[in-house]
């Protein structure tokens, strides 16, 4: 037979005997959290996720145009899931992880060119974390103008057309150098003709 009594504790009554048992005494042993990615919008766009989330997506790669991410997560804990804080670091980005937090979304606007690796953990009020954070990787590309073959494309017309410039402006540096020659040559012999008359 069991009873309860004012001051909250159960008695127990069996044929060995009565037993006092004290359930504020009774703590369940502490399970590291599980979290998971539940929503991920890349430049309002969603990826595809299954409904209960994912715990890992697979590598993904974005043009340059889409760096602006908006990522939801959650832990579960089965004792209260309202316990739980996070904490994320995006590799590549951050070197530490942040600070634990209540908030279960993450929102990066105008990311640069490069890779990047997002994880996400939980962390209970004991100061569990999570034995495996949540994993989000990939990659933005450059815009087309960053690309070496477009930086060339560009390069070789405007060298072209600057060697031609610079190959015009000699030519005509030459030719105005020769018009001068034949003037001063042609006034050498027209006054050395004079003085050899006045000599004469």
Known sequence: K??????????????????????????????????????VAVAGQELAIPAIGSRHLRPTVFQSWQN????????L????????RYQYKLEGLDKEWSAAMDQRSLNYARLAPGSYRLLVRAVTEDGLFSNEPALLDFRILAPIWQHWWFVALITCPVTCTVLFVHHLRVRQLLAMEGIRRQIATDLHDDVGAGLSQIAI
């Open 2 to 39: 069991l009873m309860r009594d004012r001051h909250g504790y159960i008695w127990v009554a069996t044929t060995g005997g009565v037993s006092r048992v004290d359930p504020r005494a009774l703590k369940s042993p502490s399970r590291p959290p599980s979290v998971y990615l539940t929503q």
């Open 68 to 75: 602006n991410l908006r990522i939801e997560y959650v832990g």
């Open 77 to 84: 804990d089965f004792r209260s899931e309202r316990t739980l």
